[in-house]
């Protein structure tokens, strides 16, 4: 078997859709091969993960360096090196420059945790409870120079029932993020879901006019 889909992975945390990635290679349910983990903060504890699985990992740490495209250009040289397929942002909490998303064209994804358009940036949870919103979710987009603006290609939705908090959301969002991050990746592996170089998006030889839904 091949080795599939050669993926670098960026993390700024707890990793844990890096481990979903992880444990869905090691099942054999997603065909490609983490050819290296960054991450912008030392302390990570992704990168725990990682090396607990004997991945190759990287630091580059933001504060080293005075100004985004400085550090920007250290990750690239980086990436370059490890000739990626696919840059898979898995909790990366940095804004990446536009000159870093031109090198990489049509071949960054993000997860963000909510249906985008509706609530880019940060805090969505808490936002989406202040503004009574009965559902929220999911969203793995690819990645262009403005700040989670790319097409989407999978949503996952879950309700907000009375009551919940910002760590229930967060529950929620997780649970599906570890199942459709995995499944996107598989899906790409097979071809079955292909980003063209006009950054267009097929699934089963089809345009994608909107966002595929997930259904677990
Ligand atoms: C995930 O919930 C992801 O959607 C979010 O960070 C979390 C990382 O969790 N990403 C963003 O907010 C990007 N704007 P993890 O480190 O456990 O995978």
């Not at 909510?114 to 969505?124: C, E, M, S």
């Amino acid at each position: 078997m091949s080795s599939g889909l050669v993926l670098a992975i960026l993390i700024s945390g707890s990793g844990s859709n890096l481990q979903a990635i992880i444990d869905a290679i090691e099942a054999g349910t997603l065909n490609a091969r983490i050819a290296t983990v960054v991450s912008n903060n030392p302390d990570a504890y992704g990168l725990q993960r990682a090396i607990r699985h004997g991945l190759p990992v990287k630091v580059i740490n933001h504060r080293d360096y005075a100004k985004r495209e400085l550090y920007d250009a250290e990750l690239r040289r980086h990436l370059q090196s490890v000739a990626p397929d696919l840059i898979v942002l898995a909790g990366y909490m940095r804004i990446l420059s536009a000159g870093f998303v031109r090198a990489f064209e049509n071949r960054i994804l993000n997860i963000h945790p909510a249906l985008l358009p509706a609530y880019k940036g940060l805090d969505t949870h808490q936002r989406a409870l202040a503004n009574a919103e009965k559902e929220h979710g999911v969203s793995i987009h690819l990645v262009t120079a403005e700040l989670d603006d790319g097409p989407v290609l999978l949503q996952g939705r879950y309700p907000i029932e009375n009551g919940d908090s910002v760590s229930d959301l967060q529950v929620k969002g997780h649970q599906l993020e570890h199942q459709m991050y995995p499944a996107v990746l598989r899906w790409i592996s097979e071809n079955k879901l292909v980003i063209d170089d006009n950054g267009q998006i097929h699934y089963e030889q089809s345009l994608l006019e909107n966002p595929l839904q997930y259904s677990a």
